[in-house]
C-alpha cells in the first residue's frame, strides 16, 4: 500500500509539473531535449514533464526604450538627443524574435546610434532644433526596416530632448536676448518717432489757429478803430486829431493792463506836467509826416499812369 501510494503522489507531481500558465499578451516557448518545439499562448498549457520545458517567455506588449546619443552638429557644436523608441514583437514572428537576436535593446540601440550620427552632422544646430521630426521619422525609417527581418515592428521613434553644451545656451540665451533688445529699441523709435510727428503736428494746426485768431483779431481791431474815426469826424474833429487821441485811449490802456498785473516791467515816461501832450504832439507830428509822404508818393505815380 505504501508502494501505492508513492507511486500515486509521483504521477501527480508529474502531471503537476507539466501543467503552467502562461499571461495575457505573452508567448511561453517550449522546447525539447534543448531543441525548439512549440509557442504558447495566454492561459492554462500542458507540457511533457522532465522532457518539454519552457525555455523562455516573450511580451507582445509595446515596449519603449530611451537613448541618448551625443552627436556634433554640421556647425560644431556637440548635442545630447533623447530618443524614445516604441516597439514591439510581431505575433507571427515570436520564433525570430526568441532567437534571432540574443539581445534586441543593443540592437535597437546601435541601429538609433547609427542614424542620428547620419543625419545630425548634416545639420546645424538651429535646422536640428526646427526638423527633429525629420529626424524621427528617418529613425524609424530605418530602424523598421532593419528590424522586421528579426520579428520586431517599430511603432514609433521621438525625439523627446535636444540637450546642446552649457556654454552653447548661454549663447544661445544672449543672442535671444539682444536680438529682443534690438527689437524693443525699433519699437521705442518708432513710438518716439510718432510722438515728434504727432506733437509737431498739432503745433502746426495750433500755429494755424492762432494765427487765424490773431489775424481775426487785429481785423476786427481795425475795424473798432475805423468806427471810432467816423464817430470823431462827426463830431468835428478831423482824422489826424482821431488818430492821435485813439492812440493815446490805447496807451493809457495798457498802462492800465500793466498795472493790474503785478509782475509786468513797465516803461515810465518823463514826469512832467507837458508829457502826455509832448507825446500827442510827436505822434500827430509823425502822422502828419506819414500823410504827406504817402500824398507825394501819390502824386508822383498819377503822370505815369496818365502816359500810359
Known amino acids: 500500500m505504501i508502494g501505492m501510494y508513492i507511486a500515486i503522489f509521483i504521477v501527480l507531481l508529474l502531471i503537476l509539473s507539466g501543467l503552467f500558465t502562461v499571461k495575457q499578451q505573452t508567448n511561453a516557448i517550449i522546447e525539447r531535449f534543448g531543441k525548439f518545439q512549440s509557442i504558447r499562448g495566454a492561459g492554462l498549457q500542458l507540457k511533457i514533464p522532465l522532457i518539454d ?8 506588449r509595446i515596449t519603449q526604450l530611451d537613448v541618448i546619443v551625443e552627436t556634433k552638429t554640421k556647425d560644431d557644436v556637440f548635442v545630447h538627443l533623447k530618443i524614445s523608441v516604441q516597439f514591439l514583437i510581431r505575433p507571427d514572428h515570436v520564433y525570430d524574435a526568441f532567437y534571432k ?57 521621438l525625439v523627446t530632448d535636444i540637450d546642446p553644451d552649457e556654454k552653447v545656451k548661454i549663447a544661445m ?43 481775426d483779431q487785429r481785423r476786427e481791431i481795425a475795424r473798432g478803430l475805423e468806427e471810432s474815426v467816423v464817430v470823431l469826424n462827426r463830431a468835428g ?58 500824398d507825394s ?12
Open 173 to 215: 540665451n544672449r543672442i535671444n536676448a539682444a536680438d529682443r533688445e534690438k527689437i524693443a529699441a525699433q519699437h521705442e523709435g518708432d513710438a518716439q518717432r510718432i510722438l515728434i510727428v504727432e506733437r509737431a503736428k498739432a503745433e502746426a494746426e495750433s500755429k494755424r489757429l492762432q494765427g487765424r485768431g490773431i489775424a
Open 297 to 308: 508818393s501819390s502824386v508822383e505815380t498819377e503822370p505815369k499812369k496818365g502816359k500810359k
Open 101 to 157: 537576436l540574443q539581445n534586441p535593446q543593443e540592437q535597437i540601440t546601435a541601429f538609433i546610434f547609427d542614424v542620428v550620427r547620419a543625419e545630425v552632422p548634416k545639420m546645424i544646430l538651429d535646422d536640428v532644433f526646427e526638423k527633429k521630426e525629420e529626424i524621427a521619422l528617418a529613425i524609424q525609417r530605418d530602424l523598421k526596416q532593419a528590424m522586421l527581418d528579426y520579428g520586431y515592428d517599430i511603432i514609433k521613434a
Open 53 to 60: 520545458q519552457v525555455s523562455g517567455r516573450v511580451s507582445l
Open 237 to 294: 474833429i478831423n482824422s489826424q486829431e482821431a488818430s492821435a487821441l485813439i492812440i493815446i485811449t490805447q496807451h493809457y490802456d495798457t498802462l492800465q493792463s500793466i498795472g493790474a498785473d503785478t509782475k509786468s516791467n513797465l516803461i515810465l515816461l518823463p514826469n512832467n506836467p507837458t508829457a502826455a501832450s509832448n507825446m500827442l504832439n510827436d505822434m500827430v507830428t509823425s502822422l502828419v509826416a506819414a500823410n504827406k509822404i504817402n
